[in-house]
């Protein structure tokens, strides 16, 4: 069964560094998502990518977070000088056409730790 | 705003039935979500309903009430494996998903 797949597993960062986290959505997907989730607490939306743009995005992202599609398989997301508030899990997700007709499937997530 | 409430904890004997209420006020409302979630895991999909109603799948059902912004996750014969948390998420007016705090099941013998 396709999965979405997210690089690294884990991450340990210093605090002002930049981090670059990789996700391979289910392969005959469009929509691409980014969500957090701050350990304890609830999975929380950042960005909805779609056509090689940005749908949507909350105001957690802000212009330290920048999302891009490299090429035709990866979906990245960036954050260029971490804070410790950033430690979370981050998780990709992907979904076959508009919403909310498809399911958006979940990848494994990346630990991010900023020290 | 997006409001998303559901309890934070809940204990049920294997066997047993467990049903997880959620409710919700959301500026846009586009489907309604289940996903439960191990711990250290991934959400992974349960149900949707976008229609009132009843939605069955295996020893899984999801109930919708638009208007009173209320859903339940009704889960039968309980095995230890069920025990996770149980996510409920909102489908905005957009495609982004607003998810509730969750409501961590246990089950025990």
């Known amino acids: 069964e396709p999965e979405v797949t997210q690089t690294p597993s884990h991450q340990v960062t210093q605090m002002g560094q930049e981090v670059i986290l990789r996700c391979v959505p289910i392969s005959n997907h469009l929509y691409f998502y980014w969500y957090r989730q701050i350990l304890g607490q609830k999975v929380e939306f950042l960005v909805s990518?779609?056509?090689?743009?940005?749908?949507?995005k909350s105001e957690i992202f802000d212009d330290q977070f920048s999302v891009e599609r490299p090429d035709g398989s990866n979906f990245t997301l960036k954050i260029r000088s971490t804070k410790l508030e950033d430690s979370a899990m981050y998780f990709c997700a992907s979904s076959g056409s508009q919403p909310p007709q498809e399911t958006q499937y979940f990848g494994p997530g990346t630990r991010l730790l900023v020290l | 705003g997006q409001n998303i409430d559901q309890p934070t904890e809940m204990t049920a004997t294997e066997g047993a039935i467990v049903q997880i209420n959620c409710t919700y006020q959301?500026?846009?409302?586009?489907?309604l979500f289940w996903y439960q979630q191990h711990a250290g895991e991934a959400p992974t999909f349960l149900s949707y309903n976008v229609l009132d109603g009843l939605e069955e799948k295996g020893r899984f059902s999801s109930f919708l009430s638009r208007s009173k912004g209320y859903s339940y996750l009704l889960l039968k014969e309980l095995q230890m494996k069920d025990s996770a948390s149980y996510l409920c998420?909102?489908?905005?007016?957009?495609?982004?998903?607003?998810f509730g705090t969750g409501t961590r099941l246990t089950v025990i013998p």
């Open positions: 990518f779609y056509n090689n743009e940005i749908s949507e």
């Open positions: 959301t500026s846009g409302f586009n489907g």
């Open positions: 998420a909102v489908q905005g007016g957009a495609n982004n998903l607003f």
